[in-house]
C-alpha cells in the first residue's frame, strides 16, 4: 500500500509539474502594427482686392498631412501652410488660374492632390 501512495504521489507531483512549465509566460515580444492613413488635400479661400492686384489668401483644410506642395497656376508655387499669393488684375476679360494644393506624409510618403479654380475679372 506504501508503495500505491508513494508512486501516486510521485505521478502527482509529475503532473503538477508539468502542467505548471506548460502554463508558463513565454517572453515574447509584442508586434506593433502601423497604421497609414492617405493624406486628403483640401483647402479654401478668400479673395481681397489690394493697390491694383487681386490677394488670394488660401485656408488649408488637409488632413493626414505634414508636408504641403502648393501650385498657384501661374508658374509659381509655395511650401507654406496656408500661403498667400497675389494675382495681377486683367484689364479686358477674366483670367483662370488652377490651384493645385499636394498634400502629403513625410513617413509613408503617401499623397493627395485637390485643385480649384481662381477666377480674377477686370475692374468694372
Not at 60 to 68: F, G, H, L, M, P
Not at 90 to 103: C, F, G, N, Q
Request: aromatic fraction near 10%; hydrophobic fraction near 35%; proline fraction near 6%.
Amino acid at each position: 500500500m506504501q508503495n500505491l501512495i508513494k508512486n501516486t504521489l510521485a505521478f502527482v507531483s509529475i503532473i503538477a509539474l508539468t502542467t505548471f512549465s506548460a502554463c508558463s509566460k513565454s517572453e515574447e515580444t509584442p508586434q506593433s502594427v502601423e497604421t497609414y492613413f492617405t493624406p486628403i488635400a483640401a483647402f479654401a479661400f478668400t479673395m481681397e482686392e489690394k493697390n491694383g492686384s487681386m490677394l488670394v489668401t488660401f485656408t488649408n483644410t488637409s488632413s493626414y498631412a505634414d508636408t504641403y506642395k502648393w501650385e498657384f497656376g501661374d508658374g509659381n508655387s509655395s511650401a507654406s501652410g496656408s500661403p498667400t499669393h497675389v494675382y495681377p488684375i486683367p484689364v479686358t476679360k477674366p483670367k483662370l488660374y488652377t490651384i493645385v494644393l499636394t498634400a502629403s506624409h513625410s513617413e509613408n510618403g503617401l499623397s493627395n492632390k485637390s485643385s480649384r479654380i481662381v477666377t480674377i475679372n477686370p475692374p468694372e
